[in-house]
C-alpha cells in the first residue's frame, strides 16, 4: 500500500463508488455472466494466459455477448405496501441498445450494422469453445 502511494502519481484504494453502497453486487453479477461463466472459479495464475483471455473477451465471447445474448434492464420500482416491485423493459442486446439511442451517431451506427451483418452466431460459439479449450490448455500445461 506504501508503493501505492508514494508513485509519483499515487494509486487511490477504494472499495466502491462515494455513497453507492451497492456497487459491488452489480459488478459481481456482471462477473457471473460474463467471466465465471466461461472461466469458472479456477485461479489463472499463468501470465502466459492472460493475453489469451484478453483476446477471447475483447474478440469473439465481446462480440456474442454484445450483439446475441439479449439482457433485461431494470426500467423502473414501485412500492406496493411493504413490497417493492420492480418493472423490467424487453430484453434487447447491448447493440440493439446502441442503435435505439439517439446520443450515438449515424456513422457510428452503420459502422456497428456492417459489422453485425459479418457476424455469424454458430462461427462465434465455435470460435469461443477452441479459444477456451487453448486457455485451459495453457494453464494446465503452464500450471
Known amino acids: 500500500m506504501r508503493y501505492a502511494q508514494v508513485r509519483p502519481t499515487p494509486l487511490c484504494f477504494t472499495r466502491a463508488r462515494a455513497y453507492k453502497s451497492n456497487d459491488n453486487a452489480h459488478v459481481e453479477q456482471r462477473n457471473y455472466t460474463h467471466v465465471r461463466q466461461h472461466f469458472g472459479y479456477e485461479r489463472y ?12 473477451c475483447k474478440g469473439a465471447l465481446g462480440q456474442m455477448l454484445n450483439h ?9 420500482k414501485r412500492r406496493e405496501g ?3 416491485i420492480r418493472e423490467y423493459g424487453d430484453p434487447q442486446t447491448p447493440y440493439t441498445r446502441v442503435l435505439k439511442a439517439s446520443e450515438v451517431s449515424a456513422k457510428k451506427k452503420r459502422e456497428l450494422q456492417a459489422q453485425h451483418a459479418a457476424l455469424n452466431p ?7 469453445e477452441t479459444e477456451k479449450k487453448e486457455i485451459e490448455r495453457c494453464r494446465i500445461l503452464c500450471a
Do not use: C, E, H, W
Open 45 to 56: 495464475d499463468n501470465p502466459a494466459a492472460v493475453p489469451l483471455i484478453n483476446a477471447l
Open 82 to 84: 411493504n413490497r417493492t
Open 122 to 128: 454458430m462461427a462465434l460459439a465455435r470460435q469461443i
Open 68 to 76: 446475441f445474448l439479449p439482457t433485461q434492464k431494470l426500467s423502473g
